[in-house]
């Protein structure tokens, strides 16, 4: 017979359970989400990065093009479109290789893509599908904003080599290298500091701003655009995947460019964009 009161503070049963708690909590505290590797310091190298690249690009490119002066060589290089489209693929593909460099050696996270969130959704239909639908509702809208009857854009469709180019580009390096840094690298950042609402919104503004010229500084142009960067980071934030927003903005950029190839016969009657 046990003579000894029973204290029910040092039951031994007690201590499993409170071990039990504590490795329980270590996965969950193991698989938080955390903060991305890089710095707001790093995001605007990689913006600093891109300017120089780009002003490399049309320096080398000028001295290829005939002209007695700086100017001409310019004017000569404006007027060859296809010539500075090559350029700014070798630009993005320069900055791709800083980005590269900048997480893998810097940062120390050897997996670029993983440590990007660059995940392949399950189904690629669902987001190409979304891109889609929102060109197709864009090209609605646009019927009752005022937009300017020639835009700079839209002289680069007289071309049929431009064309092919920007076929190509809009499909593929464009829409990568805008989704790496605005939603990629940029977005994590704003997130961590100001929250989703506001890191969606301050990666939408400038990426609406940067599209601006080629559509003759129209305000509804920039608007449309905005709205765009919207549901592409909110793609990205639902889905925690850059390769999802990737394939709803080549999705946007390649049913315009189906639109016009269709249109035209592939390319072979550009004079058909400027009658409509």
Known sequence: MNSFPENPEIVPEAQPNLAAEVVAA????????????????DVLRILLMALVALFVTVLVLSAV???STFRERLNHL????????????????????????????????PRFWEAIHWHWPASIWIYLFIGVL??????????????????????????PYSLFLIAAFS??????????????????????RSGVAAAIVATALPF???????YGDS???????????????????KTNSLAASFLVHAAYNGTIILIIFVATGGFRHLERISSQ
Do not use: C, D
Not at 219 to 237: M, P
């Open 65 to 67: 093009v005939s002209g």
């Open 26 to 41: 270590s996965p969950a505290e193991l698989a938080a989400p955390r903060g991305p590797a890089w710095s707001g310091w």
């Open 219 to 237: 305000w509804a142009s920039v608007l449309l655009i905005f709205v765009v960067g919207v549901v592409l980071a909110t793609v990205r934030e």
């Open 134 to 159: 929102l060109q197709a509702v864009f090209l609605f809208v646009e019927r009752f904003l005022p937009f300017p009857k020639q835009t700079p854009f839209e002289a680069l469709l007289q071309r």
């Open 78 to 109: 404006n007027a060859q479109p296809e010539l500075l489209m090559i350029g700014q693929m070798a630009a993005y593909l320069a900055l791709l290789g800083y980005m590269y460099i900048l997480v893998t050696k810097e940062r120390r996270q």
């Open 171 to 192: 499909v593929t390096l464009g829409p990568l290298m805008e989704e790496l840094f605005f939603r990629g690298f940029l977005y994590p950042i704003l997130k961590r």
């Open 208 to 214: 609406a701003l940067m599209h601006a010229a080629q």
